[in-house]
C-alpha cells in the first residue's frame, strides 16, 4: 500500500476518533493490552528472525534494545493498560473567561490529529506510540527501522486484531512496511496527510528528519547527558550516581554519556569512579588531565565531546570551575538532561538555572527523566525543543488546543 493511502485512510480514522469518548478508548486499549499478551509466543517468533538477521551487524547494547522477551512484552502491555487508565486529555478545559458582552471563551484541549513516527530497532515503541496517540485522539502512522520489521509488522497485526473488537477504526493503526530511506524520506513530506512527525532513535536520524522534513518536527531522543560532580560533591553519592547513570542501560537517551568534575577533587573522584565503572568494564575516555589520573582511561577525540555512546562508554573531563561546566555543557549538550552533584546549595541552584536542557538535576541520575518515573504516565519520547512540548511527551503533549466561544446572539 503506498503512503498516500495510508495517509488518506488515517485522516478519515483520526476524523472519527475525535469523537470517541473515553470509555471507548479505554475499551480499545484494553483490547490491545490483552492481545500483546495472548499473543506473545507469535511476537516472540518474529522478533528472533530479527534478532538472528542483526546478530552480527549491531553493538551488544542496540541488539538488547531489539530484544523481546515475555517480560518486555508483559511489560508492553502493562505500559498500554497504564495508558488506558490515564485521564483522558481531550475535550479538557484549559482556561475559561466571560467578556463583559457575555461571551463564554474555552481554550480547550483537542487531538493533533495524525501523527507519524519514525523510530529505529526498538519493537516496544511501536505498541507504546500507538496507545499514546490512541488515547490522545490521534491517529498514527509509523515507520519502524528495518532491523525490527518482522517484531513490528507482528505487533501492529495483534494491536489491530484488537481493535476490530473496539468501536474504533483499525486504521487508527498503521505501519509503513517499506523500509527503504525513500519512505522515510517520502513521509517527511506528507503535509496533505500528517500533522505532525516524531522521529526517535539516534543523531543520524533525528537530524535528518529536523533538516529534511516538510512535515513539522517534534525534535525528541538524542541524550548527551552530562554529570558535573562539584567539588563540594559527596564522593560515594557521586559513584552510584555516576555507575546508575551510565550503566543502568547504556543503550537509552537518558544514560550519562559525560562526566565533568572540579579539579579540586578529581584525584580523589576519578579513582572511585573508575574503580566501580571497571565493574561493568566501561571504556573511559578522557581529557589530558583526567587520562594523567586514570592510566587506564584513552584520550577523547574532540569529537567525542559532541557524541551519544548509547555503549559502555564514558567520558571524563575535569574542569576548574562550575562555570567551566556550565559553559562546557552549553557548547556540547543535546539539552536532554543534565545532572550536579554538591553539597553546595547555592552552586546546585547556580546549575539548576544556567543550564538549559530539558530536565536538570541536582543529587540524582538522569535516568529519571521518563514519563513514568516522573508521574506523567507512558512517554513518546523526550522534546529536547522548546516549542509546543519539552521533556517527557505523555498523552497531555500529544494535544492542541482550539478555541470554544459560546454565546447568546452576540453580534460584533
Same mark, same amino acid.
Not at 162 to 168: D, G, K, M, Q, W
Not at 402 to 411: E, L, T
Given at each position: 500500500?503506498?503512503?498516500?493511502?495510508?495517509?488518506?485512510? #488515517?485522516?478519515?480514522?483520526?476524523?472519527?476518533?475525535?469523537?470517541?469518548?473515553?470509555?471507548?478508548?479505554?475499551?480499545?486499549?484494553?483490547?490491545?493490552?490483552?492481545?500483546?499478551?495472548?499473543?506473545? !509466543?507469535?511476537?516472540?517468533?518474529?522478533?528472533?528472525?530479527?534478532?538472528?538477521?542483526?546478530?552480527?551487524?549491531?553493538?551488544?547494547?542496540?541488539?538488547?534494545?531489539?530484544?523481546?522477551?515475555?517480560?518486555?512484552?508483559?511489560?508492553?502491555?502493562?505500559?498500554?493498560?497504564?495508558?488506558?487508565?490515564?485521564?483522558? *486529555?481531550? @475535550?479538557?478545559?484549559?482556561? !475559561?473567561?466571560?467578556?463583559?458582552?457575555? $461571551?463564554?471563551?474555552?481554550?480547550? #484541549?483537542? *487531538?493533533?490529529?495524525?501523527?507519524?513516527?519514525?523510530? +529505529?530497532?526498538?519493537?516496544?515503541?511501536?505498541?507504546?506510540?500507538?496507545?499514546?496517540?490512541?488515547?490522545?485522539?490521534?491517529?498514527?502512522?509509523?515507520?519502524?527501522?528495518?532491523? #525490527?520489521?518482522?517484531?513490528?509488522?507482528?505487533?501492529?497485526?495483534?494491536?489491530?486484531?484488537?481493535?476490530?473488537?473496539?468501536?474504533?477504526?483499525?486504521?487508527?493503526?498503521?505501519?509503513? +512496511?517499506?523500509?527503504?530511506? +525513500?519512505?522515510?524520506?517520502?513521509?517527511?513530506?506528507?503535509? %496533505?496527510?500528517?500533522?505532525?512527525?516524531? *522521529?526517535?532513535?539516534?543523531?543520524?536520524?533525528?537530524?535528518?528528519?529536523?533538516?529534511?522534513?516538510?512535515?513539522?518536527?517534534? +525534535?525528541?531522543?538524542? %541524550?548527551?547527558?552530562?554529570?558535573?560532580?562539584?567539588?563540594?560533591?559527596?564522593?560515594?553519592?557521586?559513584?552510584?550516581?555516576?555507575?546508575?547513570?551510565?550503566?543502568?542501560?547504556?543503550?537509552?537517551?537518558?544514560?550519562? !554519556?559525560?562526566?565533568?568534575?572540579?579539579?579540586?577533587?578529581?584525584?580523589?573522584?576519578? /579513582?572511585?569512579?573508575?574503580?566501580?565503572?571497571?565493574?561493568?568494564?566501561?571504556? $573511559?575516555?578522557?581529557?589530558?588531565? #583526567?587520562?594523567?589520573?586514570? /592510566?587506564?582511561?584513552?584520550?577523547?577525540?574532540?569529537?567525542?565531546?559532541?557524541?551519544?555512546?548509547?555503549?559502555?562508554? $564514558? @567520558?571524563?573531563?575535569?574542569?576548574?570551575?562550575?562555570?567551566?561546566?556550565?559553559?562546557?555543557?552549553?557548547?556540547?549538550?543535546?539539552?536532554?538532561?543534565?545532572?550536579?552533584?554538591?553539597?553546595?546549595?547555592?552552586?546546585?541552584?547556580?546549575?539548576?538555572?544556567?543550564?538549559?536542557?530539558?530536565?536538570?538535576?541536582?543529587?540524582?541520575?538522569?535516568?529519571?527523566?521518563?514519563?513514568?518515573?516522573? %508521574? $506523567?504516565?507512558? !512517554?513518546?519520547?523526550?522534546?529536547?525543543?522548546?516549542?509546543?512540548?519539552?521533556? *517527557?511527551?505523555?498523552?497531555?503533549?500529544?494535544?492542541?488546543?482550539?478555541?470554544?466561544?459560546?454565546?447568546?446572539?452576540?453580534?460584533?
Amino acid at each position: 500500500m503506498s503512503l498516500s493511502e495510508l495517509g488518506a485512510r #488515517a485522516k478519515e480514522a483520526a476524523q472519527t476518533l475525535r469523537t470517541k469518548d473515553d470509555i471507548e478508548k479505554k475499551q480499545a486499549l484494553i483490547q490491545i493490552a490483552a492481545a500483546l499478551t495472548d499473543n506473545a !509466543e507469535e511476537i516472540l517468533l518474529q522478533n528472533q528472525k530479527d534478532i538472528e538477521t542483526a546478530r552480527d551487524k549491531l553493538s551488544a547494547s542496540m541488539l538488547d534494545r531489539l530484544t523481546l522477551t515475555k517480560e518486555r512484552i508483559r511489560s508492553m502491555a502493562e505500559a498500554v493498560s497504564a495508558v488506558a487508565q490515564w485521564p483522558d *486529555p481531550v @475535550g479538557k478545559i484549559l482556561e !475559561e473567561t466571560k467578556r463583559p458582552n457575555g $461571551l463564554i471563551i474555552q481554550k480547550t #484541549a483537542v *487531538p493533533l490529529g495524525v501523527i507519524g513516527i519514525i523510530f +529505529e530497532a526498538r519493537p516496544n515503541v511501536t505498541s507504546d506510540c500507538a496507545a499514546l496517540c490512541i488515547k490522545a485522539g490521534n491517529a498514527c502512522i509509523l515507520r519502524g527501522g528495518k532491523e #525490527a520489521f518482522h517484531s513490528n509488522m507482528a505487533i501492529v497485526r495483534v494491536m489491530r486484531e484488537a481493535l476490530t473488537r473496539s468501536s474504533l477504526d483499525v486504521n487508527c493503526i498503521q505501519l509503513v +512496511e517499506d523500509t527503504r530511506r +525513500e519512505s522515510a524520506e517520502e513521509m517527511m513530506k506528507m503535509t %496533505g496527510y500528517l500533522d505532525v512527525l516524531i *522521529p526517535r532513535g539516534g543523531a543520524g536520524l533525528i537530524k535528518s528528519v529536523v533538516d529534511n522534513a516538510k512535515v513539522p518536527v517534534i +525534535e525528541t531522543g538524542v %541524550g548527551n547527558c552530562h554529570i558535573y560532580i562539584d567539588k563540594a560533591a559527596n564522593p560515594d553519592m557521586a559513584a552510584d550516581i555516576v555507575f546508575n547513570a551510565k550503566t543502568s542501560r547504556p543503550s537509552v537517551c537518558n544514560a550519562a !554519556e559525560k562526566v565533568l568534575v572540579h579539579r579540586d577533587v578529581a584525584s580523589t573522584v576519578l /579513582p572511585l569512579l573508575a574503580k566501580r565503572l571497571a565493574e561493568k568494564e566501561v571504556q $573511559l575516555r578522557g581529557d589530558a588531565e #583526567a587520562c594523567s589520573i586514570l /592510566p587506564g582511561a584513552k584520550p577523547a577525540a574532540e569529537e567525542e565531546w559532541s557524541q551519544e555512546y548509547l555503549d559502555y562508554v $564514558l @567520558g571524563i573531563k575535569v574542569v576548574g570551575s562550575i562555570d567551566e561546566a556550565i559553559r562546557h555543557i552549553e557548547q556540547y549538550s543535546t539539552h536532554h538532561s543534565e545532572a550536579i552533584v554538591t553539597e553546595d546549595l547555592q552552586a546546585a541552584d547556580k546549575f539548576l538555572r544556567s543550564v538549559d536542557s530539558a530536565a536538570v538535576y541536582h543529587n540524582a541520575s538522569t535516568r529519571f527523566t521518563d514519563g513514568g518515573e516522573m %508521574g $506523567l504516565g507512558a !512517554e513518546i519520547g523526550i522534546s529536547t525543543q522548546k516549542l509546543h512540548a519539552r521533556g *517527557p511527551m505523555g498523552v497531555d503533549q500529544l494535544t492542541s488546543y482550539k478555541y470554544v466561544i459560546k454565546g447568546n446572539g452576540q453580534i460584533r
